[in-house]
């Protein structure tokens, strides 16, 4: 079964993340279009563009089934590929592709319902024996039973939607007067992004550590976990900064973490790349969370530790091939440590940041890697999810990779839009964060403030402000006024200066 063509079904970063590895395997690549962002930068990459600026009907193109599988079918491509996001989670998609004789580039429909269904996936991990978070044996349907379940268990307890994940559908209830406002509230968003409702219950574990481990499995019955990612930066449930492999973990937790991650993917009979999620309480007891049948966002550090090609992996399992690695193969070699850039103004409570990007500068070097879906002129739109790039940095150690951390960043620069690399800078800088001291609190706890106000940036601040006045005062622009000794230099000798 062999793929010669992918029809990507998705965008931005992804959309050129899998374009660059189906080049490098000599796949024919197809995007496409949408009349929301007509000039995307992944466009330009793709072997070949499908154009849906048309009548959509009112479906977001991106979640059209119908439409992408009859353009695969037009087209006579191969396999479609989900990425992450839109419908990398949705069965019927995966079922429909299957129906069709399309390749989907992913685990099977019957996978992709038992674990995507939260209640489900409980079930099944209840019955493996691996270790749980107290609460509701199945959904709780109206708020009497979850305020039934919760007397049970014990406040605070946490509200889940049962399908989808990515933090929407999710609320922590601490006293039984407020279970009716946010159930209500987490119902909502649950039927809004999954279009499903359903919601269960969970007891409210304080201050945990949310550890991932990365699962790939083949058609043939071969499962292996790659290691552990350490997810605890991240802020109202959305993952901000991901590094591998976790401070947390030593030989042998990593050993009985990932057991289990295997022995649930085995019973479900899971193929293609998928992550296994827990908490990890103070005490270093773990619980099973989720599983997320997908190629996660944060996969660039565990390719950069295992020296694996996660999207390559996939499309060679899609092809019935078997892992040509074994567990006793994989080993983890230094670190890595993802920074989310997320067109977003920190400092207005990160809210999103409409506008053109201007200018890009991007950091150079051996330890850096930067997977984006952005450009000079490039446009950030309301429609789409606010993340633009990604900054992955390696080290040999934790330590080493953090200081690499400080020497990119402050490179990165991006003129036009506001973005979240103040807020990089600032965990960046936090000793905390440093000394591997996080959980998933420690933003609201342990960050003074969300942002970090570079020294240099505000002279370049200042230096532009009094440029413009000196122009406005009609002062020859070729001059600059040295405020300190009342001298006129250039502006050359000004930047020089600003650099130094």
Same mark, same amino acid.
């Not at 990089?424 to 000793?431: L, M, T």
């Given at each position: 079964?062999?793929?010669?063509?992918?029809?990507?079904?998705?965008?931005?970063?992804?959309?050129?993340?899998?374009?660059?590895?189906?080049?490098?395997?000599?796949?024919?690549?197809?995007?496409?279009?949408?009349?929301?962002?007509?000039?995307?930068?992944?466009?330009?990459?793709?072997?070949?563009?499908?154009?849906?600026?048309?009548?959509?009907?009112?479906?977001?193109?991106?979640?059209?089934?119908?439409?992408?599988?009859?353009?695969?079918?037009?087209?006579?491509?191969?396999?479609?590929?989900?990425?992450?996001?839109?419908?990398?989670?949705?069965?019927?998609?995966?079922?429909?592709?299957?129906?069709?004789?399309?390749?989907?580039?992913?685990?099977?429909?019957?996978?992709?319902?038992?674990?995507?269904?939260?209640?489900?996936?409980?079930?099944?991990?209840?019955?493996?024996?691996?270790?749980?978070?107290?609460?509701?044996?199945?959904?709780?349907?109206?708020?009497?039973?979850?305020?039934?379940?919760?007397?049970?268990?014990?406040?605070?307890?946490?509200?889940?939607?049962?399908?989808?994940?990515?933090?929407?559908?999710?609320?922590?209830?601490?006293?039984?007067?407020?279970?009716?406002?946010?159930?209500?509230?987490?119902?909502?968003?649950?039927?809004?992004?999954?279009?499903?409702?359903?919601?269960?219950?969970?007891?409210?574990?304080?201050?945990?550590?949310?550890?991932?481990?990365?699962?790939?499995?083949?058609?043939?019955?071969?499962?292996?976990?790659?290691?552990?990612?350490?997810?605890?930066?991240?802020?109202?449930?959305?993952?901000?900064?991901?590094?591998?492999?976790?401070?947390?973990?030593?030989?042998?937790?990593?050993?009985?973490?990932?057991?289990?991650?295997?022995?649930?993917?085995?019973?479900?009979?899971?193929?293609?790349?998928?992550?296994?999620?827990?908490?990890?309480?103070?005490?270093?007891?773990?619980?099973?969370?989720?599983?997320?049948?997908?190629?996660?966002?944060?996969?660039?550090?565990?390719?950069?530790?295992?020296?694996?090609?996660?999207?390559?992996?996939?499309?060679?399992?899609?092809?019935?091939?078997? %892992?040509?690695?074994?567990? $006793?193969? /994989?080993?983890? !070699? *230094?670190?890595? @440590?993802?920074?989310?850039?997320?067109? +977003? =103004?920190?400092?207005?409570?990160?809210?999103?940041? %409409?506008?053109?990007?201007? $200018?890009? /500068?991007?950091? !150079? *070097?051996?330890? @850096?890697?930067?997977?984006?879906?952005? +450009? =000079?002129?490039?446009?950030?739109?309301?429609?789409?999810?606010?993340?633009?790039? $990604?900054? /992955?940095?390696?080290?040999?150690?934790?330590?080493?990779?953090?200081?690499?951390?400080?020497?990119?960043?402050?490179?990165?620069?991006?003129?036009?839009?506001?973005?979240?690399?103040?807020?990089?800078?600032?965990?960046?800088?936090?000793?905390?964060?440093?000394?591997?001291?996080?959980?998933?609190?420690?933003?609201?706890?342990?960050?003074?403030?969300?942002?970090?106000?570079?020294?240099?940036?505000?002279?370049?601040?200042?230096?532009?402000?009094?440029?413009?006045?000196?122009?406005?005062?009609?002062?020859?622009?070729?001059?600059?006024?040295?405020?300190?000794?009342?001298?006129?230099?250039?502006?050359?000798?000004?930047?020089?200066?600003?650099?130094?």
């Amino acid at each position: 079964m062999k793929i010669n063509s992918i029809l990507i079904a998705n965008r931005g970063e992804i959309a050129v993340r899998i374009i660059q590895t189906a080049k490098k395997l000599g796949i024919m690549s197809f995007v496409i279009k949408t009349p929301k962002e007509p000039n995307a930068m992944y466009l330009k990459m793709a072997d070949a563009v499908c154009d849906f600026t048309g009548n959509s009907e009112g479906i977001p193109e991106f979640l059209d089934i119908e439409r992408i599988i009859e353009t695969a079918k037009k087209y006579n491509i191969d396999a479609i590929h989900p990425g992450y996001g839109f419908l990398a989670e949705n069965p019927y998609f995966a079922q429909r592709c299957e129906d069709e004789k399309k390749i989907f580039i992913g685990p099977s429909a019957d996978s992709i319902y038992k674990m995507g269904n939260k209640t489900i996936a409980r079930q099944l991990a209840a019955k493996l024996k691996i270790p749980l978070i107290e609460g509701s044996r199945g959904n709780v349907p109206t708020v009497a039973d979850a305020l039934k379940e919760a007397e049970k268990i014990g406040y605070p307890v946490i509200l889940k939607a049962a399908s989808g994940g990515g933090g929407r559908g999710m609320r922590i209830v601490t006293k039984p007067q407020d279970m009716e406002k946010l159930f209500n509230l987490a119902s909502a968003e649950a039927e809004k992004a999954f279009n499903d409702a359903t919601l269960f219950l969970e007891k409210y574990i304080k201050n945990p550590r949310h550890i991932e481990f990365q699962i790939i499995g083949d058609k043939h019955g071969n499962i292996v976990h790659l290691g552990e990612r350490e997810c605890s930066i991240q802020r109202k449930h959305q993952k901000l900064i991901e590094e591998s492999p976790s401070s947390a973990l030593n030989g042998e937790l990593r050993y009985l973490m990932g057991k289990e991650a295997v022995k649930l993917a085995k019973e479900v009979k899971y193929y293609s790349a998928g992550t296994v999620e827990f908490l990890l309480d103070e005490e270093k007891n773990f619980y099973f969370m989720e599983m997320n049948t997908r190629i996660q966002v944060e996969h660039p550090v565990t390719e950069e530790i295992t020296g694996l090609d996660l999207i390559e992996q996939q499309i060679r399992i899609a092809q019935d091939k078997e %892992l040509d690695f074994k567990q $006793k193969d /994989i080993k983890l !070699k *230094g670190w890595a @440590i993802e920074y989310r850039i997320n067109a +977003e =103004d920190v400092q207005s409570n990160f809210a999103p940041y %409409l506008g053109t990007i201007e $200018k890009i /500068i991007f950091p !150079k *070097g051996r330890n @850096i890697r930067i997977d984006n879906g952005i +450009e =000079d002129g490039s446009v950030i739109t309301p429609y789409f999810d606010s993340m633009i790039a $990604k900054l /992955i940095i390696t080290g040999e150690t934790r330590e080493k990779a953090i200081a690499n951390s400080v020497a990119a960043i402050k490179k990165f620069r991006i003129k036009g839009i506001k973005t979240t690399i103040p807020f990089c800078k600032a965990v960046i800088y936090n000793r905390d964060f440093r000394n591997g001291n996080i959980n998933t609190s420690f933003i609201e706890k342990q960050l003074k403030k969300p942002y970090y106000e570079d020294p240099d940036e505000k002279m370049l601040a200042a230096y532009f402000a009094t440029k413009d006045f000196i122009s406005n005062e009609k002062l020859e622009e070729e001059t600059f006024i040295d405020f300190n000794r009342g001298k006129v230099l250039s502006p050359w000798l000004m930047s020089t200066r600003l650099r130094n």
